[in-house]
């Protein structure tokens, strides 16, 4: 009897050293497929100087009418070419719009890394509101899918006007293991979220197989902040606005609006 019983326990041992080398050395290969560049770098396009040594490229649509900016950050099969549809999309319901790549992706130099998409986005935040002087209180975070890693990341630590994410997770490991399994992970969103005190809008579908929905329910639960959500029936991972543009732009305006009555932004200048 004891006999059987080591034996499963070194076998439950031996799978989770195999679980264990195997995220070591093949994570970051499965969180990051960086396509080859959709575009290439217009005369004006903006190179940001990240704190990690690497260039990010970047991209600005200023909108003089707009209430704040929106600091978008793109899921992991995507660069700024695939994601000027929707930045564009932004900008025409009434955002100012920033959007950047990770290092590796697009023309940023550099290999995608977690820690490179934290000092890529920082450097996006940096140039906001340093170069352009922007106030953080006007400025809107967005994180879709990969992008929620480095969007909550940076939400836990500097002021920000507010906080979108879609298609979040609550980590990159727990997308195939539900728990955490290992004492390390990749994005600990959940771990972070909770020191979020900014206003949440969180979007999610509820038949999302690639990010599953209870990670967008879990996220929001433990956010202690105002928070609104819009829970979408018949989408998945990659087609929410497509499933369900009007839900979608009614939440972000009702998000925005919300904004602008909790903030005294009426006597600030606008956005250009």
């Known amino acids: 009897m004891l006999d059987g019983v080591l034996v ?58 707009a209430s704040h900016v929106l600091l978008f950050s793109h899921g992991n099969k995507m660069d700024l070419g695939k994601a ?18 990770y290092p590796g992706y697009g023309t940023s130099s550099g290999t995608p890394s977690e820690a490179g998409c934290y000092a890529a986005l920082a450097a996006a935040y940096a140039y906001l509101t340093k170069l ?3 106030p953080p209180e006007k400025i809107v975070l967005y994180g879709q899918s990969l992008g929620s890693g480095p969007t909550v990341d940076l939400a836990s630590r500097e002021p920000i006007g507010g906080l979108i ?21 990749h ?4 771990a972070k979220i909770g020191c979020v005190r900014t206003p949440l ?21 433990a956010h202690p902040g105002p928070k609104q959500h819009l829970w979408v029936a018949d989408a ?30 009426a006597s600030t200048p606008s956005i250009a």
């Open 236 to 265: 998945h991972h990659n087609n929410i606005l497509e499933a369900s543009s009007s839900a979608y732009w009614d939440a972000i305006e009702r998000f925005r609006l919300q904004l602008i009555s909790a903030s005294t932004l």
């Open 165 to 185: 994410l879609e298609g979040a997770f609550l980590s990159t490991f727990r997308v195939l293991t539900h728990w955490k399994m290992l004492p390390w992970d």
């Open 8 to 65: 499963i326990l070194m076998a439950l041992a031996a799978a989770y050293g195999s679980l264990a080398v195997f995220a070591w050395l093949f994570a970051n290969a499965m969180i990051f497929p960086a396509p080859p560049s959709t575009y290439v770098d217009a005369a004006d396009q903006p190179k940001l100087p990240s704190p990690d040594g690497n260039t990010i490229t970047a991209v600005f649509l200023p909108n003089p009418a």
């Open 187 to 190: 994005f600990d969103n959940l």
């Open 84 to 101: 000027d549809e929707r930045l564009q999309l932004f900008r025409a319901h009434g955002w100012a719009v920033f959007a950047y790549d």
């Open 201 to 221: 809008l969180s979007i999610h579908a509820r038949q999302d197989q690639t990010v599953p929905f209870f990670h967008g329910q879990r996220l929001y639960a």
């Open 132 to 134: 352009k002087q922007i």
